[in-house]
């Protein structure tokens, strides 16, 4: 009621919109693709869109979120151009991952230039997650003995070698000195995944991100070693940054929607003006805060261009890593 009450503001906008002549367009059927199994940050994301348009009044149909995994959002990538360019009631999440796989060509024949993106309505940021029975008690505790046996410690994430999840952990090996070539690592089909494998023992480390960590804490089960941040994140200030550990290492994951390349210009107008009023609300402030997100706020043109400007860094850094860009 709180979120109907303060966003009644945006109904009177879109009256106002209408008399002028500006064409607005609902969406009957809204869906939010997660380009990944349940339960990891692609599904956080949507689910995140789900309450906030659907308690801010902004939907008279309920959104549906739908599972589209594999290639860590490539099938889901290029599902939407090839096959559903123009439905207007879809959009998709993305996150930094979905920039660093363009930028190696990890979604074949497409680039950062073949959809609409839409909106960035939160940022989160990487980890550095054992067990909370784990020997390792920090995050030079992990690295000595990465250092001293690479093949003896075990790294799972979402996504295979060049994804983003290996970059977090390649990188902080490589700030310490050891060959990030050497590491053990192993790749899962999303975070969930990589979560319940670090949880029943079948990997040591998970390189993943502060919002999983957050959601797991709370259970006694998982010790965050490192936060991948220039400053500690509220709900995790117990743990130190990897750069107050020594390592200097910052990831920061943005995450938000797109949608086809054809969806009609009133349509994606109605996104557009939709998310910025349902960005500047404070009851968004709540329910980003309650998925472990952190505010960032882009939409339209300014996201675009942030899009680029992180695929092209991107591409940069996946050359020093010696990764294939397409």
Same mark, same amino acid.
């Given at each position: &009621? @709180?979120l109907k =009450?303060t966003l009644l503001?945006?109904?009177?906008? /879109?009256l106002a919109?209408l008399?002028?002549g500006?064409?607005h367009?609902e969406?009957? =059927?809204?869906?939010c693709?997660?380009?990944a199994k349940p339960?990891?940050g692609?599904d956080? +994301?949507c689910? #995140?869109?789900?309450?906030g348009?659907?308690?801010?009044g %902004?939907?008279?149909?309920? &959104?549906?979120? +739908?599972? @589209?995994?594999?290639g860590?959002?490539?099938?889901a990538?290029n599902t939407?151009?090839?096959?559903?360019p123009?439905e207007?009631g879809?959009?998709?999440?993305?996150?930094?991952g979905? %920039?660093?796989n *363009?930028?190696?060509?990890k979604?074949g024949k497409?680039?950062?230039?073949d959809v609409?993106?839409?909106?960035a309505v939160?940022?989160?940021y990487?980890a550095?997650i054992?067990?909370?029975?784990s020997?390792f008690?920090s #995050?030079?505790d992990l690295?000595?003995?990465? =250092?001293a046996?690479p093949?003896k410690?075990?790294?799972?994430?979402?996504?295979s070698v060049?994804?983003q999840?290996? &970059?977090k952990?390649? *990188?902080v090996?490589?700030e310490a000195?050891?060959?990030?070539r050497n590491m053990?690592?192993?790749?899962f089909?999303g975070?969930?995944?990589a &979560?319940t494998a670090?949880?029943?023992g079948?990997v040591?480390?998970?390189?993943?991100?502060a919002?999983?960590?957050?959601?797991h804490?709370?259970?006694g089960?998982?010790r965050?070693?490192a936060?991948?941040?220039?400053?500690r994140?509220?709900g #995790? $200030?117990?743990?130190? +940054?990897?750069?107050e550990?020594?390592?200097?290492?910052?990831w920061t994951?943005a995450?938000?929607?797109? /949608?086809?390349?054809?969806?009609?210009?009133?349509?994606?107008?109605?996104w557009?003006?939709?998310f910025d009023?349902?960005l500047?609300s404070? $009851?968004?402030?709540?329910?980003?805060a309650?998925?472990?997100?952190?505010?960032?706020?882009?939409?339209?043109?300014a996201?675009?261009?942030?899009v680029?400007?992180?695929?092209t860094?991107y591409?940069?850094l996946?050359a020093?890593?010696? *990764?294939?860009?397409?």
């Amino acid at each position: &009621m @709180m979120l109907k =009450k303060t966003l009644l503001a945006a109904t009177t906008a /879109v009256l106002a919109s209408l008399a002028a002549g500006v064409v607005h367009a609902e969406p009957a =059927k809204p869906e939010c693709i997660a380009p990944a199994k349940p339960g990891g940050g692609f599904d956080l +994301t949507c689910k #995140l869109a789900q309450s906030g348009l659907q308690e801010g009044g %902004f939907l008279k149909a309920p &959104m549906r979120v +739908t599972y @589209m995994p594999g290639g860590i959002g490539a099938v889901a990538y290029n599902t939407v151009i090839a096959n559903r360019p123009a439905e207007v009631g879809t959009i998709v999440a993305f996150s930094g991952g979905s %920039f660093l796989n *363009l930028a190696i060509g990890k979604f074949g024949k497409y680039d950062e230039n073949d959809v609409k993106w839409l909106a960035a309505v939160g940022a989160d940021y990487g980890a550095i997650i054992v067990r909370a029975d784990s020997p390792f008690q920090s #995050l030079k505790d992990l690295i000595d003995a990465t =250092k001293a046996d690479p093949g003896k410690v075990v790294y799972g994430a979402g996504g295979s070698v060049g994804s983003q999840d290996w &970059m977090k952990s390649a *990188l902080v090996a490589r700030e310490a000195g050891v060959n990030y070539r050497n590491m053990r690592y192993v790749a899962f089909e999303g975070s969930g995944e990589a &979560m319940t494998a670090l949880l029943g023992g079948h990997v040591q480390a998970y390189s993943g991100d502060a919002s999983d960590a957050a959601a797991h804490i709370g259970g006694g089960r998982i010790r965050v070693l490192a936060v991948l941040a220039r400053e500690r994140v509220p709900g #995790l $200030e117990n743990v130190p +940054t990897a750069i107050e550990q020594g390592y200097n290492v910052d990831w920061t994951i943005a995450r938000g929607y797109y /949608v086809g390349p054809k969806v009609a210009d009133a349509d994606y107008q109605w996104w557009l003006k939709t998310f910025d009023t349902l960005l500047a609300s404070p $009851e968004f402030d709540k329910l980003r805060a309650e998925r472990g997100l952190f505010p960032f706020n882009l939409t339209g043109d300014a996201l675009t261009a942030y899009v680029q400007k992180e695929v092209t860094r991107y591409r940069e850094l996946a050359a020093e890593f010696g *990764l294939t860009a397409k």
